[in-house]
């Protein structure tokens, strides 16, 4: 069974800077695409950011300029590194995941897979 857990939310001040965390646990064989949305009550989940399994990046124009993926293969983990923030950065940020694990004897399965998500408000 394949977990993500986030980390590194919180209460930051307008300017400041947080570094968000995800990874991905279980009998992993490999792991695709790995991106951040986030959620705001009432609205739309919005998609901040996306990384290939080869490290191509794409970011929604609101992060442009201020936020960076990033991954690290060998601990099945992508990162989000987030300056500049301001109050409308305030959101739930939730990690996404295509992942091929096993799921029997040789046999695979690939699926997406969501983190649990993580507060973060950008408040002074």
């Known amino acids: 069974q394949v977990q993500l857990v986030e980390s590194g939310g919180g209460l930051v001040q307008p300017g400041g800077s947080l570094r968000l965390s995800c990874a991905a646990s279980?009998?992993?064989?490999?792991?695709?695409?790995m991106a951040w949305y986030r959620q705001v009550p009432g609205k739309q989940r919005e998609l901040v950011a996306t990384?290939?399994?080869?490290?191509?990046?794409n970011l929604a124009d609101s992060a442009k300029g201020r936020f960076t993926i990033s991954r690290d293969n060998s601990k099945n983990t992508v990162y989000l590194q987030m300056n500049s923030l301001k109050p409308e950065d305030t959101a739930v940020y939730l990690c996404?995941?295509?992942?091929?694990?096993?799921?029997?004897?040789?046999?695979?399965?690939?699926?997406?897979?969501w983190g649990q998500g993580t507060q973060v408000t950008v408040s002074s």
């Open positions: 996404n995941a295509r992942v091929t694990a096993y799921y029997g004897p040789q046999q695979v399965k690939t699926d997406d897979y």
């Open positions: 990384i290939t399994g080869g490290g191509n990046t």
């Open positions: 279980g009998v992993i064989f490999s792991i695709g695409a």
